[in-house]
Nanobody, 119 residues
Framework: QVQLVESGGGLVQAGESLRLSCAAS????????MAWFRQAPGKDREFVAA???????NYADSVKGRFTISRDNAKNTVYLKMNALKPEDTAVYYC?????????????WGQGTQVTVSS
């Protein structure tokens, strides 16, 4: 079982930056692929960014060039640095951990952190 705790959300103005953190429990963090998703009011949860256990990264087109995902395995933490924020980035941001071990998929979610961008 992995517990994920997000932090770093808040209220910012358009054009400003925020860094989200997601701290994971346990000693197997480095084996998980980590990702950030977000959900705006009235919308489905959507993919934002991912980083594999091998540190390959992938981004949604809407955030490419503005957001950067990274991980620190020594601290069991994944980060999302968000620059040039736009009002449309307003959402609850969720951390996700995923791995498949011997054919068994393990997937965990954090509780989310609110990001609000004012125009």
């Amino acid at each position: 079982q992995v517990q994920l705790v997000e932090s770093g959300g808040g209220l910012v103005q358009a054009g400003e930056s925020l860094r989200l953190s997601c701290a994971a429990s346990g000693r197997t963090f480095s084996t998980y692929h980590m990702a950030w998703f977000r959900q705006a009011p009235g919308k489905d949860r959507e993919f934002v960014a991912a980083i594999t256990s091998g540190r390959s990264t992938n981004y949604a087109d809407s955030v490419k060039g503005r957001f950067t995902i990274s991980r620190d395995n020594a601290k069991n933490t994944v980060y999302l640095k968000m620059n040039a924020l736009k009002p449309e980035d307003t959402a609850v941001y969720y951390c996700n951990a995923d791995r498949t071990l011997f054919g068994h998929t393990q997937n965990y979610w954090g509780q989310g952190t609110q990001v609000t961008v004012s125009s």
